[in-house]
């Protein structure tokens, strides 16, 4: 069944998009959509990193055989939902399949909720045993391991995963040390949501791991490969080179034509041709990290960061940032704040001047920012009011998951969420509640209320 893709606005909120760079370039899930029935292992053998791995996954039938297809973007979301989680030390995090498929940019009808529980289940239950292939510490280590080490999720009477669904999962430990060693690479997520074939988005996913890694900062410009270990990597089913080239055409076609890749070449013959990538202008160049955190100190998404940061240096950005608080601490107010500092960045005709007046008086200085502090607070409370009430009922969840972590189970999750929605509690007050609960060192003491109100 096609995609029904619908635009990534309502992504989770601040998720940081970040690929684990061993997944990612290792291609541990297929790129192909559909696979042969009762295809439920596979073993490759190719050259990663100028060196020869061996790589094998088993996997069952009974949930569809081994990850492919909408799988790769299942597991790079559940990445940025343990970002936007705060990044718990033991991997486990709770969300919603709402969450998920928005962050993916799918539809949230029936249709994709089942197709999400069988992708789920397929990264639960297939093992991936990795020969000298897994990068750690600086070391080349051998490795056995499941993406999701644990799933926990409520379902309706008929066992299906709906709106009212709450997961909990527990990433592999091996994925968290990567993530936790920052060995991990920025991916643009509404890029590759935005593309319209699971295939596309998959190669996409897997090309732009080869183009530039922790090891190798300088993107690539190109990448050369033999069409055999490609197919590996791709863990394409059928290593017929005909076959291969058929399988990857799609993806290539929808890559050319949205610019991430300039070209692709056959080069040579039968099972030693060499296929040559170019990339595009949409490529694009590697962020400095330094520079995104400082844009995102201002107040920008990681997005909109990550994107100025790949098109200007960090002394250029630094530079800018200095000039545009020089500009409102001489008392200018732009109308919008996020505006006015990216377009000082991007500005190439220098129409602001350095010519400012002197810093304002620490007295004037800290009346104003108190009346920023108060506007800010107002911003927040019309913001708030502004929201629908299922988008109130969503952030008041996202609260809970995050200052109640393990403490709460998921049966408790899926029935606070119930209470929210059909008006019992009150999204903003539950808010308030928790934070105040938390400060306060409450939180047990809050729960057990909680747990009480539903038995009586």
Same mark, same amino acid.
């Given at each position: 069944?096609?995609?029904? =893709?619908?635009?990534?606005?309502?992504?989770?909120? +601040?998720?940081?998009?970040?690929?684990?760079?061993?997944?990612?370039?290792?291609?541990?899930?297929?790129?192909?959509?559909?696979?042969?029935?009762?295809?439920?292992?596979?073993?490759?053998?190719?050259?990663?990193?100028?060196?020869?791995?061996?790589?094998?996954?088993?996997?069952?039938? +009974?949930?569809?055989?081994?990850?492919?297809?909408?799988?790769?973007?299942?597991? !790079?979301?559940?990445?940025?939902?343990?970002?936007?989680?705060?990044?718990?030390?033991?991997?486990? %995090?709770?969300?919603?399949?709402?969450?998920?498929?928005?962050? *993916?940019?799918?539809?949230?009808?029936?249709?994709?909720?089942?197709?999400?529980?069988?992708?789920? !289940?397929?990264?639960?239950?297939?093992?991936?045993?990795?020969?000298?292939?897994?990068?750690?510490?600086?070391?080349?280590?051998?490795?056995?391991?499941?993406?999701?080490?644990?799933?926990?999720?409520?379902?309706?009477?008929?066992?299906?995963?709906?709106?009212?669904?709450?997961?909990?999962?527990? !990433?592999?430990?091996?994925?968290?040390?990567?993530? +936790?060693?920052?060995?991990?690479?920025?991916?643009?997520?509404?890029? *590759?949501?935005?593309?319209?074939?699971?295939?596309?988005?998959?190669?996409? =996913?897997?090309?732009?791991?080869?183009? %530039?890694?922790?090891?190798?900062?300088?993107?690539?410009?190109?990448?050369?490969?033999?069409?055999?270990?490609?197919?590996?990597?791709?863990?394409?089913?059928?290593?017929?080179?005909? +076959?291969?080239? &058929?399988?990857?055409?799609?993806?290539?076609?929808?890559?050319?034509?949205?610019? @991430?890749?300039?070209?692709?070449? @056959?080069?040579?013959?039968?099972?030693?041709?060499?296929?040559? @990538?170019?990339?595009?202008?949409?490529?694009?160049?590697?962020?400095?990290?330094?520079?995104?955190?400082?844009?995102?100190?201002?107040?920008?998404?990681?997005?909109?960061?990550?994107?100025?940061?790949?098109? @200007?240096?960090?002394?250029?950005?630094?530079?800018?940032?200095?000039?545009? &608080?020089?500009?409102?601490?001489?008392?200018?107010?732009?109308?919008?704040?996020?505006? %006015? !500092?990216?377009?000082?960045?991007?500005?190439?005709?220098?129409?602001?001047?350095?010519?400012?007046?002197?810093?304002?008086?620490?007295?004037?200085?800290?009346?104003?920012?108190?009346?920023?502090?108060?506007?800010?607070?107002?911003?927040?409370?019309?913001?708030?009011?502004?929201?629908?009430?299922?988008?109130?009922?969503?952030?008041?969840?996202?609260?809970?998951?995050?200052?109640?972590?393990?403490?709460?189970?998921?049966?408790?999750?899926?029935?606070?969420?119930?209470?929210?929605?059909?008006?019992?509690?009150?999204?903003?007050?539950?808010?308030?509640?928790?934070?105040?609960?938390?400060?306060?060192?409450?939180?047990?003491?809050?729960?057990?209320? %909680?747990?009480?109100?539903?038995?009586?």
């Amino acid at each position: 069944m096609a995609s029904k =893709r619908s635009a990534p606005k309502d992504l989770v909120p +601040k998720a940081k998009h970040f690929d684990e760079a061993n997944v990612a370039r290792l291609g541990l899930i297929s790129i192909q959509e559909r696979i042969p029935e009762g295809y439920s292992s596979w073993e490759e053998e190719f050259e990663f990193l100028g060196k020869p791995v061996k790589l094998a996954c088993y996997a069952s039938d +009974k949930v569809g055989g081994v990850p492919h297809g909408l799988d790769n973007e299942v597991s !790079l979301a559940l990445i940025a939902l343990y970002f936007n989680a705060g990044s718990p030390e033991d991997g486990t %995090f709770t969300a919603t399949p709402y969450q998920i498929l928005k962050l *993916m940019g799918l539809d949230t009808s029936g249709y994709y909720y089942q197709a999400l529980k069988e992708s789920l !289940l397929r990264l639960t239950t297939a093992t991936y045993v990795l020969s000298e292939a897994w990068r750690s510490d600086g070391r080349w280590q051998s490795v056995t391991f499941r993406y999701i080490e644990k799933l926990e999720y409520t379902s309706s009477q008929d066992g299906r995963l709906d709106r009212s669904s709450v997961l909990r999962i527990t !990433l592999a430990k091996e994925i968290v040390r990567s993530l +936790k060693q920052n060995y991990v690479k920025p991916i643009d997520i509404e890029f *590759m949501a935005s593309l319209r074939r699971p295939l596309s988005r998959a190669l996409y =996913r897997l090309l732009d791991a080869q183009r %530039f890694s922790p090891e190798h900062p300088a993107p690539l410009a190109r990448f050369e490969v033999n069409l055999m270990e490609w197919a590996a990597a791709c863990k394409i089913v059928h290593k017929r080179p005909d +076959k291969v080239r &058929r399988t990857l055409e799609p993806a290539h076609e929808e890559l050319i034509s949205r610019r @991430y890749l300039q070209s692709v070449e @056959y080069v040579g013959r039968g099972q030693n041709q060499t296929i040559v @990538y170019v990339f595009g202008e949409e490529a694009g160049g590697v962020a400095d990290m330094e520079a995104v955190d400082l844009l995102m100190a201002e107040g920008l998404s990681f997005t909109s960061a990550y994107s100025l940061a790949r098109r @200007y240096s960090l002394a250029r950005i630094k530079d800018r940032l200095e000039l545009y &608080r020089s500009i409102l601490a001489s008392g200018y107010k732009p109308k919008n704040r996020l505006g %006015f !500092l990216v377009d000082v960045i991007r500005d190439e005709e220098g129409k602001y001047s350095r010519a400012l007046p002197s810093p304002l008086p620490k007295r004037a200085q800290a009346h104003r920012e108190e009346e920023e502090a108060r506007r800010i607070e107002e911003e927040a409370e019309r913001e708030w009011q502004s929201m629908p009430k299922e988008a109130q009922v969503r952030r008041a969840v996202q609260v809970a998951q995050l200052v109640l972590r393990s403490r709460i189970s998921v049966g408790e999750l899926e029935e606070l969420t119930r209470l929210l929605e059909a008006g019992a509690l009150e999204p903003k007050a539950l808010v308030e509640e928790l934070k105040r609960a938390a400060s306060e060192g409450r939180l047990e003491e809050w729960l057990q209320a %909680f747990r009480e109100g539903l038995e009586g």
